[in-house]
């Protein structure tokens, strides 16, 4: 009887860990994002107290989410090699340093863009917390644990939502203070508690020979293209969308970075519903409603409609389309990706998905400066999610069916 009771306690103990390891890596990826995303909520106070032009406001926002975008790359990488336990714990210290640097240093335009650049480090704990997950559980359970790790994105909506109020309120310091702070004690606890799960593949190879071999498989590209859309929409919302909103409808600051915060929280909310959905139905028939609703729903923005009753409607049916999205094309990766190689694959299709979020503010930025209007900015939205639309419904379909067969 003793023995059978400790050996349920046992058992027990194992069923549990992949949730306290999935809890965990979804922390320190909030608290990493939220500190990436520090500069764009202030874009508009920044750019008045430099006197910024419009495409410099773009770009000092921009820049962290490029770097962190192509960091994902040898990040992913090495987190294959050497396991997350390590590269949580040092990502999340590294990062504080530009953290604290923009909040009590930075006074100039170049300065700003300097911190972006090693702020954007922070961005990478996307390709770290992808294979950790990924490794921890099983592939039918894959697309939502992957799905809810993805809720870390919502870090953008702490942003968004705390720091101009706590700017404003206490000083412009200290939201970065603050978010160092959760920095130092998230790296603390996970050099501590994180563990990499037993037998965990161990790729063979240089970081260059086997980064190499990953760009030349096809679904790395094909995985690439669908998160560009669908997670670089998202990205570029968020980065721009404060913006958009105090240029094209006249709101203040507090209000436009306010009414962000809740496009990012739809967004979040709906990438775990992604990466369930298909789990049951299958990631092709969600991408497919995806990116019809994407197209829909952008073109309707091109418009500039009202923002109150139709321009809300579409800029929040646009985040739930995003986010549902960016968790559906993780539920591929688990399904069509080794798990040896999720590291290197995520680091690339990560890399994509930031990407996908530098050009569009930059375009807007450049489209209003010409034209004093954004409606070319979303006629290319909705162009790119009708390509994306046709490529999942026929290249992709394909591989997935391929898979299917092999397996």
């Given at each position: 009887m003793r023995l059978t009771s400790t050996s349920a306690e046992g058992s027990a103990q194992v069923s549990a860990q992949p949730a306290r390891m999935l809890a965990l890596a979804t922390a320190g990826f909030t608290i990493a994002f939220w500190a990436w995303?520090?500069?764009?909520?202030?874009?508009?106070?920044?750019?008045?107290?430099?006197?910024?032009?419009?495409f410099q406001q773009s770009l000092v926002v921009a820049v962290p989410v490029v770097v962190g975008s192509l960091g994902r790359i040898p990040v992913g990488a090495l987190t294959d090699r050497v396991g997350a336990h390590r590269m949580?714990?040092?990502?999340?210290?590294?990062?504080?340093l530009p953290v604290l640097y923009l909040g009590h240093l930075a006074d100039s335009f170049a300065g700003f863009l300097a911190g972006g650049f090693f702020l954007g480090l922070g961005g990478t704990t996307f390709a770290i917390g992808v294979p950790?997950?990924?490794?921890?559980?099983?592939?039918?359970?894959?697309?939502?644990?992957?799905?809810?790790?993805?809720?870390?994105?919502?870090?953008t909506a702490v942003a968004a939502f705390s720091t101009v109020q706590l700017a404003d309120a206490v000083s412009r310091s200290f939201p970065?203070?603050?978010?160092?702070?959760?920095?130092?004690?998230?790296?603390?606890?996970?050099?501590?508690?994180?563990?990499?799960?037993?037998?965990?593949?161990?790729?063979?190879?240089s970081l260059v020979s086997r980064t190499a071999a990953t760009m030349r498989m096809g679904v790395t590209w094909q995985l690439a293209f669908l998160y560009a859309v669908a997670f670089g929409?998202?990205?570029a919302f968020n980065v721009y969308l404060p913006t958009y909103l105090a240029d094209a409808h006249g709101l203040g600051e507090s209000d436009a970075a306010m009414r962000t915060a809740g496009f990012v929280l739809l967004a979040v909310a709906a990438r775990p519903f992604g990466g369930?959905?298909?789990?049951?139905?299958?990631?092709?028939?969600?991408?497919?409603?995806?990116?019809?609703?994407?197209?829909?729903?952008?073109?309707?923005?091109?418009a500039e409609p009202a923002l109150i009753p139709l321009g809300t409607v579409a800029f929040l049916g646009l985040a739930a389309a995003l986010g549902a999205g960016a968790g559906a094309v993780f539920a591929l990766v688990a399904r069509l990706v080794e798990p040896g190689k999720v590291g290197a694959v995520t680091g690339i299709v990560g890399a994509a998905g930031g990407l996908g979020g530098f050009f569009p503010p930059l375009v807007m930025g450049l489209v209003k400066g010409v034209t004093g209007?954004?409606?070319?900015?979303?006629?290319?939205?909705?162009?790119?999610?009708?390509?994306?639309?046709?490529?999942?419904?026929?290249?992709?379909?394909?591989?997935v069916r391929a898979a299917g067969d092999a397996a």
């Open positions: 995303t520090l500069l764009a909520p202030l874009g508009s106070a920044l750019a008045e107290e430099l006197g910024l032009s419009s949580f714990p040092a990502v999340s210290a590294l990062t504080i950790f997950v990924n490794a921890w559980y099983p592939p039918q359970r894959r697309g939502l644990a992957l799905g809810i790790f993805g809720v870390g994105t919502g870090g970065f203070d603050l978010a160092a702070a959760a920095l130092a004690v998230y790296a603390v606890a996970a050099a501590f508690l994180l563990r990499d799960p037993e037998g965990r593949t161990t790729p063979q190879g929409g998202f990205v369930w959905l298909s789990d049951r139905i299958g990631a092709v028939p969600v991408l497919l409603c995806v990116f019809a609703l994407v197209t829909a729903l952008a073109a309707v923005c091109a209007e954004f409606t070319w900015g979303f006629v290319l939205l909705a162009a790119t999610s009708a390509a994306a639309a046709a490529f999942t419904a026929t290249t992709v379909r394909k591989r």
